[in-house]
């Protein structure tokens, strides 16, 4: 820091200098994660990872992002966690949600904080965990075809028909995915539950994806944080800034008449 302030601005900066900055910072990122939200509508969870040094070695540390729609419409940051651990208590979050995305540790986390409350998986990473259960390259584009028409039906009881029409399709072809679709597909239908209105938004976590790219784009100029505290200061400073934007910018779904 100090070598890269003298040559940008001619001045040198002590390591205490930087200290003072980076603690200042670190207050004013913690109080904003801590802020009054507010009512929440529909809760978006994703998860994305970042090399971390530890104790000499080099390890990957999970990092939790919420986000969420407010009844106003607009899309705000609910929170952010990192932590070298994937166990179920870096993944409790607490309020209400309708959508979110998926991930073991996540998974039992939900079950544990939010019982009862609509899950959605998004459709999309869906799709993609398919081609995982796909015994042949040359089935692929059959499979995102049939997974389409089932996502795309009109209500929940034509998706359900769709599904078991693949699912007896592809039990002798690729019994595998046969037995993953049953399973893992209805979780992408609670979205049939929600206003008509919203359905298109709501199927998928694209914005999230959208968001992680960004965030991605920003740390990999780092490579590796010294730190947790490190990368969890920087991401902070990422996503408060989107959050700035998002207050101030359209209204991202129409709630007031829902």
């Not at 990957?60 to 106003?72: P, T, Y």
Request: with cysteine; glycine share 6%.
């Amino acid at each position: 820091m100090a070598a890269i302030t003298e040559r940008l601005c001619g001045t040198q900066i002590s390591a205490s200098q930087v200290s003072r900055a980076a603690q200042t910072l670190d207050e004013e990122l913690e109080s904003w994660r801590n802020r009054p939200l507010g009512e929440i509508v529909y809760l978006y969870l994703d998860a994305r990872y970042e090399k971390v040094r530890q104790t000499g070695s080099v390890r990957d540390a999970a990092i939790l992002i919420a986000s969420g729609v407010k009844r106003d419409g607009k899309r705000t940051i609910l929170g952010i966690s990192v932590s070298l651990s994937e166990a179920e208590a870096h993944w409790r979050w607490t309020g209400q949600t309708r959508i979110a995305w998926h991930h073991a540790g996540m998974e039992a986390a939900r079950k544990a904080v939010f019982t009862g409350i609509p899950w959605q998986r998004c459709q999309f990473h869906l799709q993609q965990n398919a081609q995982a259960y796909i015994p042949k390259v040359g089935m692929r584009r059959e499979v995102a075809e049939d997974i389409r028409t089932i996502f795309n039906a009109p209500d929940r009881e034509t998706a359900e028909i769709y599904l078991k029409k693949a699912v007896g399709k592809y039990a002798v072809l690729a019994p595998k995915l046969a037995d993953w679709m049953e399973v893992n597909i209805p979780e992408g239908f609670t979205v049939f539950t929600f206003p008509r209105v919203h359905q298109r938004r709501l199927r998928t976590s694209n914005y999230m994806e959208r968001l992680s790219q960004e965030v991605k784009r920003r740390t990999r100029i780092v490579r590796v944080f010294p730190n947790e505290d490190s990368c969890l200061r920087l991401v902070s400073a990422i996503l408060m800034e989107f959050n700035e934007e998002w207050e101030f910018g359209r209204i991202y779904l129409g709630l007031q008449d829902s």
